[in-house]
């Protein structure tokens, strides 16, 4: 059975950091693509960050800069590195595979990707 499980949300004040992981069971982390999105209440889903066993990442603007993704395939995990947090990139994050070019990640729907139960992330003072 496959599965996507996030952690390392919470509550942080702006300027902080905090670092999500995703650990992955029921597949092998290497053969796909994978990141992550979030969704803030009343906006719509937004790709944050995925990264490809080629090396190939991607990075939302919004992001860039500021987070960083990477995995350990050894773990079947990857983490993302969150820094510099501001209020707006309060949501629920999610983990899920896709596909993920240096200019986009896209989810391809629940019959080709999967998906996790997301962690939220609070930024506020």
């Known amino acids: 059975q496959v599965q996507l499980v996030e952690s390392g949300g919470g509550s942080v004040q702006p300027g902080g950091s905090l670092r999500l992981t995703c650990a992955a069971s029921?597949?092998?982390?290497?053969?796909?693509?994978i990141g992550w999105f979030r969704q803030a209440p009343g906006k719509e889903r937004e790709g944050v960050s995925c990264i490809r066993n080629d090396g190939i990442t991607y990075y939302a603007d919004s992001v860039k800069g500021r987070f960083t993704i990477s995995g350990d395939n050894a773990a079947n995990t990857i983490y993302l590195q969150m820094n510099s947090l501001k209020p707006e990139d309060t949501a629920v994050y999610y983990c899920?595979?896709?596909?993920?070019?240096?200019?986009?990640?896209?989810?391809?729907?629940?019959?080709?990707?999967?998906w996790g139960q997301g962690t939220q992330v609070t930024v506020s003072s």
């Open positions: 029921g597949f092998t982390l290497d053969d796909y693509a």
């Open positions: 899920a595979t896709g596909l993920c070019y240096s200019g986009s990640y896209y989810y391809r729907g629940d019959e080709l990707d999967w």
